[in-house]
């Protein structure tokens, strides 16, 4: 069974950084995309950024480009996201996400980490 | 970016309906679209992708369809654990961008 656990969020003033991860588990993650979904409180979904399954080629949106490093680590089966100079704007609940059918970015997620709370306020 | 519209953004259904709920796009996007299931507290799940084609395990009442700029979601007889809100996906043209959500709640 597919299975990717968030963690990581937290509170972190403006200005500040936070690491975030998801460990996969169930399939071989190294075969697939991941990409990272995020969720404003009481709003819709925006991605965020993706990875091919090899590290070879990053995407990010550019509300966030400059600012948040995608990365992963096969050997260890764990996706992350990386986010530098957090505004307000940044809170949200951050879901990994796992494409469906390739290790190239496609971005169709059928399966998705429980999510992590990333707060910004001072 | 591509913009997503849903219709209608609140929807009050009975168990039993048949509910349909309408995407569009802002320009073309060929069949390149999803619909994701979202629970209160809960991820997404996926349901329909390449605007058609069922995800494995997703109930057969939900189907998809359209192309270009029009699409649809149909739930052929709404059941208890579909009162959720729905989302469209356009994959076709970087980035991704998604609809805001059609909310279907208890009539």
């Known amino acids: 069974e597919v299975q990717l656990v968030d963690s990581g969020g937290g509170l972190v003033q403006p200005g500040g950084s936070l690491r975030l991860s998801c460990a996969a588990s169930?399939?071989?993650?190294?075969?697939?995309?991941m990409s990272w979904v995020r969720q404003a409180p009481g709003k819709g979904l925006e991605w965020v950024s993706a990875?091919?399954?090899?590290?070879?080629?990053?995407y990010y949106a550019d509300s966030v480009k400059g600012r948040f490093i995608i990365s992963r680590d096969n050997t260890k089966n764990t996706l992350y996201l990386q986010m530098n100079s957090l505004t307000a704007e940044d809170t949200a609940v951050y879901y990994c996400?796992?494409?469906?059918?390739?290790?190239?970015?496609?971005?169709?997620?059928?399966?998705w980490g429980q999510g992590s709370l990333v707060t910004v306020s001072s | 970016d591509i913009q997503l519209t849903q219709s209608p953004s609140f929807l009050s259904a009975s168990v039993g309906d048949r509910v349909t709920i309408t995407c569009r796009a802002s320009q073309g996007i060929s069949t390149y679209l999803a619909w994701y299931q979202q629970k209160p507290g809960k991820a997404p799940k996926l349901l329909i992708y390449?605007?058609?084609i069922l995800q494995s395990g997703v109930p057969s009442r939900f189907s998809g369809s359209g192309s270009g700029t029009e699409f649809t979601l149909t739930i052929s007889s709404l059941q208890p654990e579909d009162f959720a809100t729905y989302y469209c996906q356009q994959l076709n043209t970087y980035p991704q961008t998604f609809g805001p959500g059609t909310k279907v709640e208890i009539k």
């Open positions: 990875i091919t399954g090899g590290a070879s080629s990053t």
């Open positions: 390449t605007a058609f």
């Open positions: 996400a796992k494409d469906r059918s390739s290790s190239w970015y496609v971005g169709y997620f059928d399966s």
């Open positions: 169930g399939f071989t993650f190294s075969s697939y995309a």
